[in-house]
Nanobody, 120 residues
Framework: QVQLQESGPGLVKPSQTLSLTCTVS??????????WSWIRQPPGKGLEWMGA???????YYSPSLKSRTSISRDTSKNQFTLQLSSATPEDTAVYYC????????????WGQGTQVTVSS
C-alpha cells in the first residue's frame, strides 16, 4: 500500500512562500490513474482541498487558491511539492498530502499531516 509523508518548515513568515514536499513510497507517482493532492485543515475548520497533480503531470487547483498555488513533482525522487505564495496567518493549518486512483476529491491514502504556522 502506498505511503505518503509530508515535510517542510513548520513556521513561515507572512508574505513568504509556504513550501511542502510529499514523499511517496510503495508506489510510483506516475502510475495510472492516480491523482496526488494537497489538503489542509485550519484550526477549528474543516478540510479544504487545495489542488492536485496527476500521474501524467497535469495540475488542478481550487479556484479560491489558484492564484497563489503551484504543485509540481520530481519523478526521480517520487515526490510532489506544494508552493503557496504570499502566505498570511489565515494559511495556518495542518497540511496533508493524499491520493486515490481515478478520483480527484476523494482519498484512500493520507500522509500523517504537518502543522504549518504563518506568523512573524
Amino acid at each position: 500500500q502506498v505511503q505518503l509523508q509530508e515535510s517542510g518548515p513548520g513556521l513561515v513568515k507572512p508574505s513568504q512562500t509556504l513550501s511542502l514536499t510529499c514523499t511517496v513510497s510503495g508506489g510510483s507517482i506516475t502510475t495510472k490513474p492516480y491523482f496526488w493532492s494537497w489538503i489542509r485543515q485550519p484550526p477549528g475548520k474543516g478540510l479544504e482541498w487545495m489542488g492536485a497533480i496527476s500521474y501524467g503531470g497535469n495540475t488542478y487547483y481550487s479556484p479560491s487558491l489558484k492564484s497563489r498555488t503551484s504543485i509540481s513533482r520530481d519523478t526521480s525522487k517520487n515526490q510532489f511539492t506544494l508552493q503557496l505564495s504570499s502566505a498570511t496567518p489565515e494559511d495556518t493549518a495542518v497540511y496533508y498530502c493524499a491520493t486515490r486512483a481515478g478520483n480527484l476529491y476523494e482519498f484512500d491514502s493520507w500522509g500523517q499531516g504537518t502543522q504549518v504556522t504563518v506568523s512573524s
